[in-house]
T-cell receptor, first 114, second 117 residues
Framework: GENVEQHPSTLSVQEGDSAVIKCTYS??????FPWYKQELGKRPQLIID?????GEKKDQRIAVTLNKTAKHFSLHITETQPEDSAVYFC?????????????FGKGTRLSVIA | ETGVTQTPRHLVMGMTNKKSLKCEQH?????MYWYKQSAKKPLELMFV???????ENNSVPSRFSPECPNSSHLFLHLHTLQPEDSALYLC????????????????FGPGTRLTVL
């Protein structure tokens, strides 16, 4: 089955700097890669996702890149703000005929220092 | 309340108790999930239900028993738990089988914080 590795497990950056979180996956058939943000005491929420037919996607200060050959994808947060502090989870899924659950990475705890 | 709801939000139980966690989704989804979140394994998939049928059981001990009476409701029945079962239990839903155009975006509930004494 699919296995998702996520690095680093913790990340501290100064406010205004950029943060990068990287994930690798094992199953080359995976074609959907979402990122979830979980603030302290709250539920995980989808912040951005990318499908295997594109290499990059941006949404304001957040971007995700995908390298299918190397089987890795990354989350980039620019101009970080204290409210970006949270745990971020990457995930991978294969969308075939039917429902295939997401396989999550172990999470990255991001701390933005004001 | 819209989205995915879970009750109770907090639960303390002894090892000999029987309790149930409830999840309800108001999104018209066809698939529902139980996750266990702890410091050791941040998002560990336990069960998947699609159209009320269990499609995945991730080697979960039998002291956890899921039930999906319809596509909107999901239960997790708990019996003779161990202290190491203390964790946050998250329910999620997605469009699932019938939505061929979807990519399995999952919507999470707020979770039930379970403490086993």
């Amino acid at each position: 089955g699919e296995n998702v590795e996520q690095h680093p497990s913790t990340l501290s950056v100064q406010e205004g700097d950029s943060a990068v979180i990287k994930c690798t996956y094992s199953d080359s058939a995976s074609n959907y890669f979402p990122w979830y943000k979980q603030e302290l005491g709250k539920r995980p929420q989808l912040i951005i996702d990318i499908r295997s037919n594109v290499g990059e996607k941006k949404d304001q200060r957040i971007a995700v890149t995908l390298n299918k050959t190397a089987k890795h994808f990354s989350l980039h947060i620019t101009e970080t703000q204290p409210e970006d502090s949270a745990v971020y989870f990457c995930a991978a899924s294969i969308r075939l005929s039917g429902n295939t659950p997401l396989v999550f990475g172990k999470g990255t705890r991001l701390s933005v220092i004001a | 309340e819209t989205g995915v709801t879970q009750t109770p939000r907090h639960l303390v139980m002894g090892m000999t108790n029987k309790k149930s966690l409830k999840c309800e989704q108001h999104l018209g989804h066809n698939a529902m999930y139980w996750y266990k979140q702890s410091a050791k394994k941040p998002l560990e998939l336990m069960f998947v239900y699609s159209l009320e049928e269990r499609v995945e059981n991730n080697s979960v001990p039998s002291r956890f028993s899921p039930e999906c009476p319809n596509s909107s409701h999901l239960f997790l029945h708990l019996h003779t738990l161990q202290p190491e079962d203390s964790a946050l239990y998250l329910c999620a839903s997605s469009q699932g089988w019938l939505a061929l155009s979807s990519y399995n975006e999952q919507f999470f509930g707020p979770g039930t914080r379970l403490t086993v004494l």
